[in-house]
């Protein structure tokens, strides 16, 4: 079993900045990705950014890239999520996954199914 603590969340005005830890704990941390999701009031869990543990790959959503950034501290085994330039539509339930899985085609990484373990989320909120 993979234990996933999120942590770093809170309420901050538009244009701000907050920085997302998910600490691992467990089983040997040999993940082969990791990955943050968020689900928003009324709507379904949505991809934000992946990054490989090993090669530290990484991929965004659209709607975050260029403010958000996703990295990793392996002997941490730590992954953080830099938010920058925060918008109201970023609030959200910010959940941490990893994925013990190795998929060839790195888009199941952008997909709940391709993970195996979840954090409980941290709550972003960001004020108009």
């Known amino acids: 079993q993979v234990q996933l603590v999120e942590s770093g969340g809170g309420l901050v005005q538009a244009g701000g900045s907050l920085r997302l830890s998910c600490a691992a704990s467990?089983?040997?941390?040999?993940?082969?990705?990791m990955g943050w999701f968020r689900q928003a009031p009324g709507k379904e869990r949505e991809f934000v950014a992946t990054i490989t543990w090993s090669g530290g790959s990484t991929s965004y959503a659209d709607s975050v890239k260029g403010r958000f950034t996703i990295s990793r501290d392996n002997a941490k085994n730590t992954v953080y999520l830099q938010t920058n330039s925060l918008k109201p539509e970023d609030t959200a339930v910010y959940y941490c996954?990893?994925?013990?899985?190795?998929?060839?085609?790195?888009?199941?990484?952008?997909?709940?199914?391709?993970?195996?373990?979840w954090g409980q989320g941290t709550q972003v909120t960001v004020s108009s």
């Open positions: 467990g089983r040997t941390l040999s993940s082969y990705a």
């Open positions: 996954a990893a994925a013990y899985t190795y998929y060839s085609n790195s888009a199941y990484y952008t997909e709940e199914f391709g993970y195996d373990y």
